[in-house]
T-cell receptor, first 115, second 113 residues
């Protein structure tokens, strides 16, 4: 298994541009997440999904959109990039939610700079 | 609101010594806690987890202790090695049913040779 795969690894965007961060997992996990990590900080949840066709906002959803058309894929869309969205983005997945306490597995991260 | 905090931003230890990284959490409803290790330029890597019905769990060279009375979590690393140098995050599942985690800020562990 490749686990959680994110692309691109690095990207520089101009203010106002749009882009999509791709995320796919091959572990057949129902739950998927997008986190962002600012320098020297912990991770903050942007959006999550408990299954195909279902998405919900996390702590910091503004400026982002997601979709979950398949179990494997959970792309994150930035519509109008702003400097405040300069961060490292991590996609993650898990097989179940809280009641099972299943481990969340992370991708390697996508470094995004908005200039 | 929910929050998870780490007591020290940086911990420096001598190679071979034991390391203890502490974490406080605020949500009494949390029943699952995880420690992650994050090396520079990489995503968080699972180290060990513990459920709230336990107060101690051991892995290979790592032990997690949970004190629900004071809402405190610690990660102990035995015989710390240079490869242990990283940022360590504790995370809790809060009151959510969706598996999403609340992360602390992180403690940087520096291992001196």
């Amino acid at each position: 298994n490749a686990g959680v795969t994110q692309t691109p690894k690095f990207r520089i965007l101009k203010i106002g541009q749009s882009m999509t961060l791709q995320c796919t997992q091959d572990m057949n996990h129902n739950y998927m997440y997008w986190y962002r990590q600012d320098p020297g900080m912990g991770l903050k949840l942007i959006y999550y999904s408990v299954g195909a066709g279902i998405t919900d906002k996390g702590e910091v959803p503004n400026g982002y959109n997601v979709s979950r058309s398949t179990t494997e894929d959970f792309p994150l869309r930035l519509e109008l990039a702003a400097p405040s969205q300069t961060s490292v983005y991590f996609c993650a997945s898990s097989s179940a939610g809280r009641s099972s306490g299943n481990t969340i597995y992370f991708g390697e991260g996508s470094w995004l700079t908005v200039v | 609101g929910e929050s998870v905090g780490l007591h020290l931003p940086t911990l420096s230890v001598q190679e071979g010594d034991n390391s203890i990284i502490n974490c406080a959490y605020s949500n009494s409803a949390s029943d699952y806690f995880i420690w992650y290790k994050q090396e520079s330029g990489k995503g968080p890597q699972f180290i060990i987890d513990i459920r709230s019905n336990m107060d101690k769990r051991q892995g290979q060279r790592v032990t997690v202790l949970l004190n629900k009375t004071v809402k405190h979590l610690s990660l102990q690393i035995a015989a710390t090695q240079p490869g242990d140098s990283a940022v360590y995050f504790c995370a809790e599942n809060g009151s959510s049913n969706t598996g999403k985690l609340i992360f602390g800020q992180g403690t940087t562990l520096q291992v001196k040779p």
